[in-house]
């Protein structure tokens, strides 16, 4: 039997992606666009998700900025809403969005604790709960993005392990709820990743940066590329039988547990 394999296996599809003006989120946009689809970045700096629109076009994607908070329901409403009066019916949503920075918690306000919850958790069912009624329909697929923090505890980290974990259980709900729809929901766990501002606050120095490195089976920090690889294949037609996955992508860091030795590898007590 003859295997047509399509140029491009996004043609015709629309994205959403929060959280998409930096980071991982934008490798992410950078490679559905890559790979046919239009490509919608959201988060709350226009002059960011500008630049980032411009470096899709210049690479001869398709891509448009709407600037909203995922806290804001009402700002989340009107970017769907955008979003849709400028592509058309929305495919694929990246809930992507997030905040971190190391502090042990005795040194973390309760506000500072909710800050994080809020937009690493709330913001991803936000996305997903106003997303869904755009997405309803057989093949959408839904990736919310994790960590490695949410099954393996790391020292200064209470507030996104408890995040994350939350993240991991709505997108296991989400997946039995909406499965009969024929919506999929999956999450992706990075691990270190090269040239994200997450690992320049958790990872400051060179020296504690070749610490979290030795912690790594694979022995080196993962790439944009990388989780950008896994999205695209979840969101693709050959993951059509996946979904509720939670999916590590971290170069085996997290088989051990990281425990204590983030701690260690940061210099903290």
Known sequence: METVFREKLLDGKVAFVTGGGSGINLGIAE???????KVALVGRTQEKLDAAVAGIAKAGGTARGFSADVRDVAAMTGAFQKTKEAFGEIDILICGAAGNFPAPALGMSPNAFKSVVDIDLLGTFNACRIGFEHLRKPGASIINISAT??????????????????????????????GPLGVRVNSICPGPIEGTEGMR????????????TAMVPLQRYGTKEDIASLALFLCSPAASYITGS????DGGMSLAGMGTRMLDAL???
């Open 201 to 212: 606050r958790i990872a400051s120095t060179e020296d504690a940066k070749a610490k979290i």
């Open 31 to 37: 490679r559905l666009a890559a790979q046919g689809a």
């Open 267 to 269: 210099g903290g007590t």
């Open 149 to 178: 923090q949410a099954f393996a505890p790391a020292a200064l980290q209470a507030h996104v392990c408890a995040a994350k974990a939350g993240v991991d259980m709505v997108t296991r709900v989400l997946a039995m709820e909406w």
């Open 246 to 249: 939670v999916v590590v992508c």
